[in-house]
Structures are given as structure tokens and as C-alpha cells.
């Protein structure tokens, strides 16, 4: 006999033994039954620690019903994640990792694209059809894959109740449960911040496993904007500065705030201001919208430190 234990030596046999056994099988629909839902993982990522974790403790439970005799369901399931699905596909053919996708035939399109990162626009609009086959292809391999993970753990859930949230039998239920909420008035509409992906043009769960993220330093853009009487709008020689990592933003700027305590604003601008009964107003660069310019007596936190905000 060994003196170290060697899991492959028995554990796939022992899990092999399982399956054939069926034991995660319920063949009784038992409204009396234990049941625990699996969280579907994302159909994108692989298992991971907290997966393991979330599983021990399901498997573990779902164990000691069964050891009572309990009908003990352990439901399992996998998410498909549909718009990060998207983004792992795209990164995929805009990183040459899926090159042998790409047919002669695309390539030979009038509009195939010279750069990398138009190719999957260009598939989705003229080869969606083998976007599609692909994307595919990729869901059954993550799916065997995570469930052979699954297998390494140890899991014993009715696999004959496997969910994919794309089967019909999964969108069934999600519309009807759906339906049933707007009934009973639990679904409403709200605004809400949210990430947004201008790539895919919807709301993205910020996940930089699945997509990406981009870290950098930004530097300081210094804007000028031209101060104006705002009776007439006639020009004066004051000129307001200020600095910003995300000078695109500037055109949606509704107001100017400035700090009256602040060492960056010269008294002098402060007298015109109220020489002139708080009617000043700023132009906006490379527009013709005029911000209003307002002096706030009373220090406010969030630019106790600042000179002006917009």
C-alpha cells in the first residue's frame, strides 16, 4: 500500500461510480424535498476559489439530507453571461486568437477591415451566422469544461436538471416570473448610475476578468474660458482656468462654481462679480453656450480645496 494518498488514482473511479449510480438524481418531485439552487457561474470565466467554496458548502448540506433519507435536490446551472459572452468573443478575433475563424471569404469581402479591432463589427453585420457558430462552439467547450471542474470537486447535483439560462425551458420561466412581477407592481423603472459600454452600446457589469480594464494616468488639461457681462454678453479681460483629466465632459457643463475663500481667484474678479449684481457668465469653448458663474459665500466640501468646478 501507498504511503501517500494519489487522488487520480481513485477519485475519478469513485466520481465514475457515482455517475452510473446516478446518486444527485430525485426521480420524485417531492414538494417535501431539500433543494438548493446552484448559482449559475459565469459561462465566460472558469471555477474558481469561491466557487469551491460555495459548492463544498451546497454539496456538504445537500449530502446530509440525503444520509436522512430526504429527497435532497441540488438544481445545476450556468449563466450565459450574454454580454460579456459578446465582449470574450469580440476580444478573441480582435486579438488573433480566433484568426482560423476568419475565412477566405471574409477576408476577400470588399468591407473586411485593415484593423484588428473592426473585425467582429464587420462579422456581426455581414457573417453573423458564423459569429453566431463560433460563439457557440465556445459555450459547449466552457460548459464541459466548468462541469468537468465541477467533477474534480466532487459535486453530486441532478445533472438530468442541468439549466443553461438560454434553454427555452430557462426563458420560459424568467418571462413568466417576469410578467407576474409587472402584475404585482415589483418592477419599475428608475434611474440609476450604471457602467456603460460604449463598444457594445448597453449596460455591462464592470467585470476586467471578462473584458478588460485599462489602467493609466491621465494628465492635467488646462481649459480657459473667456468671462462676459451677461447683460448684452459684452467681453471683459478676466479669463477663468480650469484643469480636468476628462476634458470631453466639458460640454455637458451646466454652471461654473467658485470658491470666494479661494487663494486661486484674485479679489479683483470677486469685486467685478458683485459689481456687476452676480451677472457674469462664461463661454464655453468651441460652442456658443454661456455657463452661468456662480460665487459661493459658504466653503461646501467638495471644493474646499478647489478654486472652481463645473
Known amino acids: 500500500m501507498n504511503q501517500n494518498y494519489n487522488p487520480k488514482e481513485w477519485e475519478e473511479k469513485i466520481y465514475q461510480q457515482w455517475e452510473k449510480q446516478k446518486v444527485g438524481e430525485v426521480r420524485n418531485d417531492s414538494y417535501e424535498a ?12 472558469n471555477l474558481h476559489a469561491g466557487h469551491a467554496f460555495q459548492h463544498y458548502l451546497m454539496d456538504t448540506l445537500t449530502r446530509i439530507y440525503r444520509q436522512k433519507g430526504v429527497d435532497a435536490l441540488w438544481v445545476p446551472g450556468v449563466d450565459h453571461a450574454g454580454i460579456q459572452l459578446e465582449g470574450v468573443i469580440d476580444k ?9 475563424r476568419i475565412t ?22 455581414y457573417f453573423l451566422e458564423d ?3 463560433f460563439a457557440w462552439s465556445k459555450v459547449d467547450e466552457w460548459r464541459d469544461f466548468q462541469k468537468n471542474q465541477a467533477k474534480v470537486l466532487g459535486d453530486t447535483p441532478d445533472y438530468s436538471r442541468n439549466l443553461f439560462t438560454l434553454d427555452k425551458r430557462a426563458v420560459d420561466m424568467v418571462n413568466h416570473a417576469f410578467v407576474k412581477y409587472w402584475e404585482d407592481g415589483l418592477i419599475y423603472k428608475k434611474s440609476y448610475l450604471i457602467n456603460w459600454s460604449v463598444g457594445l ?24 474660458y473667456e468671462v462676459y457681462k ?9 479669463k477663468l482656468k480650469i484643469q480636468t483629466v476628462r476634458p470631453e465632459t466639458i460640454f455637458a457643463d451646466q454652471f461654473v462654481l467658485v470658491n470666494e475663500n479661494s487663494k486661486n481667484i484674485s479679489e479683483d474678479f470677486k469685486n467685478f462679480y458683485r459689481e456687476n449684481n452676480n451677472m457674469v457668465v462664461v463661454k464655453l469653448p468651441l460652442t456658443e453656450k ?3 458663474v456662480i460665487l459661493l459665500t459658504t466653503q461646501m466640501k467638495l471644493i474646499q480645496s478647489l478654486g472652481l468646478v463645473c
Open 201 to 224: 452600446q448597453t449596460a455591462l457589469s464592470d467585470v476586467p476578468e471578462d473584458i478588460g480594464r485599462e489602467t493609466r494616468k491621465d494628465p492635467f488639461v488646462t481649459i480657459e
Open 104 to 125: 477566405k471569404e471574409m477576408r476577400n469581402h470588399l468591407e473586411f477591415p485593415k484593423d484588428k479591432e473592426d473585425i467582429p463589427k464587420f462579422l456581426k453585420k
Open 131 to 133: 459569429w453566431l457558430e
Open 34 to 45: 431539500h433543494t438548493i439552487l446552484m448559482p449559475p457561474p459565469n459561462l465566460t470565466g
Open 230 to 238: 451677461r447683460n448684452g454678453l459684452e467681453k471683459t479681460d478676466y
Open 92 to 100: 478573441m478575433f480582435k486579438t488573433g486568437e480566433a484568426d482560423k
Open 290 to 292: 454661456y455657463l452661468s
